[in-house]
């Protein structure tokens, strides 16, 4: 008899929570809020809860609150699934995340069973959106896309380089580093190292005695900012006179707070500057009012919300199921990162990559600019 009137309790408690909270749109944003990658984590986060903020201040959604709630899930896929299912048990109806594609990927699938959209703001491998899942979109675009840019920069500019290719084993940086080598090995270059190295790693001496030895003036990094700043670092140290070019893993101002001067001249590859779009003027102004700097994925994940308010007004509904059929029909969505259209899987129609270069601007800070 106890145990039913608990239940009873129980169940009458989570009835008046879910008649409070029948008024509020619930997004998730999970992303690396602590660890090694938390900058790009807090990008998410700030991205996010400005958009949800101006949203409220215009209305909401279908004139419903948006409420953020965070997830931090440390760049581990086990953690991410965690997250997830925190997520489900919350009521979250969407989530802006995840950063890792290690842990979006995962993560997917529990919120494909459970009735939620994700739209990741970050995750580029190609997998996230070949399975045929109903929920996945990405604000960004893919490995393929960005790896192809990549090889044919290196083929096209260092024509006599000895090339290293290298990655950390992520699914991440490992789909980029291989994209890359596919489109390298299409333009006639045969790379002279392929190597992966452990995430977390921080001596990298043995690696670049390898490097100088055969000759390598040219390195490909597939992963994140923190390791690459180290090899960069100790590359130079070691008196390796070799270019690096990376992936949006390094977008980062933290990747020239752990390189220091090494990591003047290397190249990335990015989209196009959102914080140049027009569209984006004044939300770049609050952001730099409050003084956080929306760099990288910021604006991202700003947009990645835009696109779930776009597509419920679209459906006229809230329900996860028809904002994703909504924005499967591929109608120009305006954003501040430009107008986003989506195919039947949830990629961009129109992703595109450039290419950047870090240097020391004239007030002392290293940080980057689109080449022309």
């Known amino acids: 008899m106890k145990k039913f009137l608990l239940s009873g309790v129980v169940f009458a408690a989570g009835f008046a929570f879910a008649g409070a909270a029948s008024a509020d749109v619930i997004i998730g944003v999970g992303g690396p809020l602590t660890g090694p990658n938390a900058a790009f984590g807090a990008q998410l986060q700030k991205g996010a809860e400005q958009a949800a903020a101006d949203i409220n201040a215009a209305g909401g959604i279908n004139g419903e609150k948006v409420v953020i709630e965070l997830g931090d899930d440390v760049s581990d896929p086990k953690q991410g699934v965690s997250v997830a299912n925190k997520f489900v048990g919350d009521g979250v109806k969407f989530v802006v995340g995840h950063f890792n594609s290690s842990v979006s990927i995962p993560a997917s699938e529990v919120y494909a069973e459970n009735g939620i959209l994700e739209v990741t ?126 992936g949006d893993g390094i977008a980062s101002a933290e990747f020239a707070a752990i390189g220091g001067p090494s990591v003047e001249g290397t190249l990335m590859t990015f989209g196009p500057d959102p914080r140049e779009n027009p569209a984006a003027t004044e939300t770049v102004k609050k952001f730099r009012d409050a003084g956080f700097e929306p760099e990288a994925y910021t604006l991202y994940s700003y947009a990645a ?47 595109d990559y450039t290419v950047y270069q870090w240097y020391k601007a004239d007030d002392g800070k290293i940080t980057y600019k689109m080449l022309k």
């Open 121 to 246: 703001p970050a995750s580029t491998n190609p997998t996230f959106t070949e399975r045929g899942l109903w929920n996945t979109f990405r604000v960004c675009g893919r490995d393929d896309q960005q790896g192809a840019v990549a090889g044919k920069y290196i083929a096209d500019h260092f024509k006599d380089a000895k090339v290293a290719v290298l990655h950390d084993k992520t699914t991440y940086g490992q789909g980029l580093a291989d994209e890359t080598k596919k489109a390298l090995n299409a333009a006639g270059v045969t790379e002279a190292i392929y190597e992966g190295v452990n995430l977390g790693d921080k001596d990298f001496s043995a690696l670049v005695s390898k490097m100088k030895e055969a000759g390598v003036s040219s390195i490909y990094w597939g992963g994140m900012h923190t390791e690459a700043g180290l090899i960069a670092r100790q590359a130079a140290e070691a008196g390796l006179k070799a270019t690096m070019m990376s």
């Open 305 to 351: 919300v835009q696109m779930i308010a776009a597509g419920a007004k679209t459906a006229g509904s809230t329900d996860p199921q028809a904002v994703a059929d909504a924005l499967h029909k591929g109608d120009p969505i305006p954003t501040v990162i430009g107008d986003l259209a989506y195919d039947e899987k949830g990629d961009r129609k129109d992703a």
